[in-house]
């Protein structure tokens, strides 16, 4: 098991090297996630690496090497990112280790090794952070925390850099 998060109906979401699992509390067992769509529950049924529950209860999901999956839970649908290299605003690495989400409901990600992204929802396009660009352990993401002047703390494999969100500069 690699993370546990709870949603906002109080489910439980496990992410496991044998996929994407929930609480059933009627049964009260762990079972695996199945979608209507037996392309996401192909997906979904890999090396889930790290999850997030945001604010509108969508859950973000790290598929290790594979990019991340939004679901709606809401809606029922699902949206995947993945690295594209010819597209320079996807997500730049398919490790994602870290999620979070600041107060204005902006999430951010943090890659193994390829720094920091803050996903666009409305372009759904992604912008690149690099602490220092000159120290490839700068890029490696471990942590990430808001405080209460706006500024975004970023704990990396170098140490701990700050993101100024008003200037948009470390």
Known sequence: VEDI?????????IAAHTGLHYYNSENQRFEPYVNDSKSVSNLLSGKIFR???????????SILHKGICILDQSKKTAEFYSNDKVDKKSITNNWI?????????????????AGLKLFNPKTKTFKQYFPDPANPYSLRVRSIFEDNNGNLFVGTRNGLYMLDLHSDKF
């Not at 945001?54 to 999901?61: F, G, H, M, Q, T």
């Open 51 to 61: 999850i997030m529950v945001d604010k509108a209860n969508n859950l973000w999901i």
């Open 97 to 113: 280790v870290r999620f979070y989400e600041d107060r204005q409901g902006n999430i951010w990600l943090g890659t193994a090794s």
């Open 5 to 13: 998060v709870e949603d906002k109906q109080q489910r439980l979401w």
